[in-house]
């Protein structure tokens, strides 16, 4: 009898449904009915012997009875804290309903009849409180009329979901467009305890009432997963809805990933919105917080990525399958395209980025829009990155501006025939504003310094200034309303190994304040001191040229133009210039002959001009958390100040009880405190080093006043005190910070260090960057190397004379726009820790290592030149990216270097792995735009060899320039150069 009512039971389920709510609107027509569903409103149009049944609406699935009656009254819409508190719950409480009538029922046989009564009797009792789950889990089709739906038996569990909300359409709802949800507010879910993070197949949560408010077309989230092979989809209305989102999940290998799409069409109004869980192969992932946007992100502020695997033109069919795929888009060939159909820029878009990787050669990508043949507004170089996993960003900016819908294509184009070119994923479209535009709001301003009190000015040099609209002659020779800078110097001392190579020289400098697009004038006037060069100036050149407008010498004096903060170096009457000074004879001689230009008569008296921008948020003595530190006292260790300012004045750190000066101690250093800063204006001089303990954050050592090291010996053996406590290398260097967070130096000036300069080592982690800005270091003994820099670190704008190596690179974020100067011995730019230290790199650091903007502006030999300017001089491959990828250098790319000393200088490249070195060895380095016009000291020739087993790899030479000539295959066959073991190079 069971088996017999369960035939029946699905019989009128095909043409009845067990739920009921009344129409709320109907008009009669000659045969049809048309009615509007009371929950989303939709028209239908059903024939008049459909009166008195029960059916279900096809969009939304709301249940209602076909009866004539009165509209319903209006519903009570929610408020936005009775939305809120009704998401706290994971299940919904049913509505009440009323009993319904029986239907009449078209039948052929009493039994029949007497079952429907049967049947629908025991509903209608069981309908009294609420609509039980076991009859929810049903549902009424009619698709021959348009209206309702049914579910496969498969999903019936899944459907045990309490009714629809109702909601007022005039009010706001809880969660909207352009705002990030958190995945764990969800207010239904198919499983009881169920979160997002931790999800299986076929299983789904709700989010009822979003308000997509005038459209929303694309979702952003994020995703972690195990293995490859899922699905999940989103839905609008109901879990039988709309498909807006069928996303494609690939492994993670458990990590957090952002990752976004863009819906299948624009969805607006209020609606519910279900994440439904599928094909995960009893494997557990999650999804995270998520956002529908507005807009497709094109120049979006939010700076959304397109994901270039969902690309929806192509020339060629590509391969996306596999954990390994990350998403990405795979096996491109040379000359394939592909891209997006009405591709939305916004209103401007001037830049590209595109994330790729490869364990190849890399290519090129252009960008074009319109057609796949049509305008190229961008190209991409995609390089090396070492494995297929290991994605770089790569970035360009477009030929001009691009607004509103175009299609966009990128043509890939090969570089060395390489397998598989490339992989690519998340494509950004953006506006980037020029640099330049920084402090406009000092356009127009000028501020000089006072003299220090009780500190000699220069007696080689004196500086004169005024801005050019304030001259009170257009003729600058005849201006008399000068201000006077203050004319620092420091000069090479006694007692240091490179005192018998370059004693006598000194070096004289200026700081001043300079706001953008502000045209001054500096004169530069000779003193003529005693035993040194004497007379009127009769020639001077200004270096890097770019930096000034005009330099010119008018009766013996010089006047230089320039317009903008920037650092100049000037070399007067040719000291430099038209000398091979220090050494005149070639390697190994040695004595007078050798170092004829070693005294202060002969010797090389140098200049620069410091024009450094304003710095924000100088403190004054008497505000608040400012303490004064008076000349001739010493500076507190610790207090509640907040900031420690140096008055006007020479500071010393070495004195003892009495306050007399006695030699350097370890002990005498200023350890800085976390969260504090330190300040020395410009018209303030400290003896002294400064230095972090343990781990740094928060601190800021800025101004443009000088931190000596005269008053330090160096550790050598110059000095007995020193042999006695054997005091560490690390505690000479001038100014130094270790595992940094935060931190900050700025425009101080570093004159005569014992050791080393300046510092910065930062985490690791790129959520607090250190900087070091404007800072600049002038030295003149052994071990007198200018800077290092590491971690999460910046170094921009700063001025380098080096005696020793210019700068330790290890794994900085940047450095750009730095000025180097060498005269005796070291390389420019050491790589040897570039690759190594035995760490993993955090998977949150740049993608590349960009030292781009440098001048070299004399870089001599005095050993010989067996060190370059760019040199590895031991190899380290101990480094490992976060997804185990080998450091091999692929991150390196050196851009815009020029080498502009007129005189034979030390060889550019001394890079050379042992002969028996295995892999790993230096790839997919990248050199761009390297000028080196001048011949190589007495000869010697650049060196970049790899090893039989381990050859450099995938190196870029992208217009190279060696001795005047162009680098290419030849070249680096000839023996121009001393190059072994290359492989799939590239030139261009």
Known sequence: MSTIIDCIRTCLLQYNHLLFWKVSHWMKGQNNLTILCPQCSKQYSISEELLGRRVSCKVCEFSFKLEQSKPPKKKKSRTPTQNRSRRTATKRTPRNKSKSSLPLVMASGFVIIAAMVFLLLSNSSQEKESISPEVTSEAFSNEQKGLGRELPADEAEAVKLPPQPSFDPEKSAFF?????????????????????????????????????????????????????????????????????????????????????????????????????????????????????????????????????????????????????????????RDDAWTGYSRFDFGERSNHISIESATPYAGGRIEVMIDSHDGEVIGTIDVRHTGSNTLFFSFSTYLSREVSGRHSIYLRFVDSLGSPDMFRTRNMVFSHKEPDNKKQMHRKGMLHVYDSVPGLAASPYYRFSIQKVIDLNNPNPARATNWENPFAWYTKCGKGDAYYGFIRGWSHTYCNFELGPDTPVVIKITRLNKSGAPSGPISSAVARPIRNITSCKVIKGEVYV???????????????????????????????????????????????????????????????????????????????????????????????????????????????????????????????GNITGKGSSESIRIFGHGTLCGTKIPHFYGWSEALKKTKVPHSDLKMMQMGDARNCVFEGITIADPAEHGFFMNGTGRNYKPNYIRWIKSITWRCNNDGAGIGGNSYMEDCFIRHQDDGLYVTTPNAVRRVIFWSDVNGCTLRLSFATGGNRRLWNDQPDHLLIEDIDILYSRALFGSHEGMIACIDYNFTQRYHDGTPNTGQHLVFRNIRVSDPRPQRILFALATPKDHEKPSLRGVVLQNLISEASNTWGSKSHLSGSEKAPFQYWVFDNVVLEGKKVDQAYLDSDAINAMHFKDTIFR
């Open 561 to 687: 133009t320039m317009d903008r903060p920037a650092l100049i170096a000037l070399d007067i009457d040719g000291q430099l210039d038209s000398r091979d000074a220090p050494r005149s004879a070639p390697f190994p001689q040695w004595g007078p002959d050798a170092y004829r230009y070693c005294s202060e008569k002969d010797g090389a008296h140098s200049l620069t001009i410091f024009a450094n921008p304003f710095i924000d948020r100088k403190p004054e003595p008497g505000d608040p958390g400012v303490f004064a530190v008076e000349p001739g006292t010493l500076p507190p260790k610790k207090g509640s100040w907040k900031i420690l300012y140096f008055k006007p004045g020479v500071h010393k750190f070495s004195v003892d009880s009495e306050g007399k000066e006695r030699e350097w101690r370890s002990e005498d250093r200023l350890v800085v405190e976390n969260n504090k800063q330190y300040y020395i204006p410009g018209d303030a001089i400290v003896y």
């Open 176 to 332: 909207k467009v352009d705002q990030w949800v958190p995945a764990d507010t969800y207010d239904s879910t198919s499983r009881e305890g169920v979160v997002v993070s931790r999800t299986k197949y076929d299983y789904w949560v709700s989010f009822s009432d979003f308000d997509f408010g005038e459209g929303a077309c694309f979702l952003e989230f994020q995703m972690n997963s195990f293995l490859a092979d899922a699905t999940f989809e989103v839905r609008v209305d109901s879990l039988k809805g709309q498909t807006v989102v069928k996303y494609d999940i690939h492994g993670t290998n458990k990590q957090w990933r952002r990752n976004s799409c863009e819906l299948s069409e624009t969805i607006k109004g209020v609606r519910d919105v279900y994440f439904i869980f599928k094909q995960i192969r009893g494997y557990e992932y999650g999804i995270g917080d998520f956002i529908f946007r507005s807009a497709v992100p094109g120049t979006k502020k939010f700076g959304c990525a397109y994901n270039t695997k969902d690309f929806n033109i192509s020339s060629f069919h590509f391969k996306n399958n596999g954990a390994e795929d990350i998403d990405s888009l795979k096996g491109i």
